[in-house]
């Protein structure tokens, strides 16, 4: 068996989960994302996940319409928080222990974010599940997911696209010449304006040496890659 991390953070963006819907939780969809997740939980691998919460709620959708910017983000953090909570029972159905950690406080659906206890759950195989972002408006769910990547020493993140099967140098559904990259640093995320996160998470990133990869939740099988150093992006 190749050499395999350890501890990743994958992150599913909130569209993902509305599937074919457009809108809302595809509980289809929530079911396949669970099942790979034990798939690869089975290879003794601990991982926790940051779910954005783009399918009910986008904060700056509704700054822009006019809401308060600071408001319009907190709704998106509560968008989080259900997309975590319907994760969480998906993961307990199919046998996989997990917990749910906030950053703003409700106790009576989840713990409140402790980083040690984060990694204690993790050192016991459970999978932990990171919601409300940073806890703090104008920051996004990329950025969390390299916050807490830095915080319990993930040494990759795999950020799961609906969409697109890796990182283009144009957008390939417009531009059907566009470059997949197989490689490339964070420098070149910055320089180039990628979009693949933003330039807050990718610095993040850069300055912790932690490696990202890319790729398509609706192939099943590319989540198993999880266990093996092959073709990871660098930073």
């Not at 917990?99 to 999978?127: F, G």
């Not at 920051?139 to 950020?159: G, K, N, P, Q, Y």
């Not at 996160?197 to 790729?215: E, G, H, Q, R, W």
């Not at 590319?222 to 930073?235: I, V």
Request: with cysteine; hydrophobic share 40%; net charge neutral.
């Amino acid at each position: 068996m190749m050499e395999k991390y350890n501890r990743v953070v994958l992150k599913l963006s909130g569209e993902a989960l509305a599937g074919k819907l457009g809108y809302g939780i595809d509980p289809e969809v929530i079911q396949s994302i669970a099942t790979q997740i034990k798939e690869i939980v089975a290879y003794d691998i601990e991982i926790a996940i940051v779910v954005g919460g783009g399918n009910i709620w986008r904060g700056m959708a509704g700054s822009a319409k006019g809401m308060d910017r600071a408001t319009a983000d907190y709704m998106g953090m509560l968008a989080t928080v259900m997309n975590s909570l319907a994760l969480q029972d998906s993961l307990e159905d199919n046998g996989v222990q997990s917990r749910v950690q906030t950053s703003i406080e409700m106790r009576q659906v989840a713990e409140p974010y402790i980083r040690r206890k984060a990694i204690r759950h993790l050192e016991k195989k459970r999978v932990v599940i990171f919601a409300a972002g940073t806890g703090n408006p104008y920051f996004s769910t990329d950025t969390t997911a390299a916050l807490r990547a830095a915080e319990i020493e993930a040494e990759v993140i795999l950020m799961a696209k609906n969409k697109v099967d890796g990182v283009y140098d144009a957008d390939p559904f417009v531009h059907p010449e566009a470059k997949k990259y197989q490689e490339l640093t964070y420098l070149d995320l910055l320089n180039g304006n990628l979009g693949v996160m933003d330039s807050t998470a990718s610095t993040l990133c850069m300055d912790n040496d932690i490696l990202f990869s890319c790729f398509p939740l609706w192939k099943r099988a590319t989540l198993k890659r999880l266990y093996s150093r092959k073709n990871w992006y660098s930073n």
